[in-house]
């Protein structure tokens, strides 16, 4: 059975960080692409990131270019998004997908875990 589990969510202030994990089981972890994908409330997905498997090929939306930080372990199944200067436009469910790149993650490709809430406010 394949099996996506997000955990790291949660409430912080404006500026501050969180680091999302997502631990994978099931599928050849090592060798899959993985993306986190979020999705604000009343609004569609948004590809956030996309890590190769052997994290030669990094890739980033603009809107959080410079602030999150895509990584994975494939010795533990898991892929990580550090996120700094956390904004308010940045609270969503983030999802951890096995999708490799932008457009099959916006048509909900690969598997797809249940999601991490992450809400900034003050």
């Known amino acids: 059975e394949v099996q996506l589990v997000e955990s790291g969510g949660g409430l912080v202030q404006p500026g501050g960080s969180l680091r999302l994990s997502c631990a994978a089981s099931g599928f050849t972890f090592s060798s899959s692409s993985m993306s986190w994908v979020r999705q604000a409330p009343g609004k569609g997905l948004e590809w956030v990131s996309t890590i190769s498997w052997s994290s030669s090929y990094i890739d980033y939306a603009d809107s959080v270019k410079g602030r999150f930080t895509i990584s994975r372990d494939n010795a533990q199944n898991t892929v990580y998004l550090q996120m700094n200067t956390l904004r308010s436009e940045d609270t969503a469910l983030y999802y951890c997908?096995?999708?490799?790149?932008?457009?099959?993650?916006?048509?909900?490709?690969?598997?797809w875990g249940r999601g991490t809430q992450v809400t900034v406010s003050s």
């Open positions: 997908a096995s999708c490799q790149n932008q457009a099959f993650c916006e048509k909900k490709r690969g598997y």
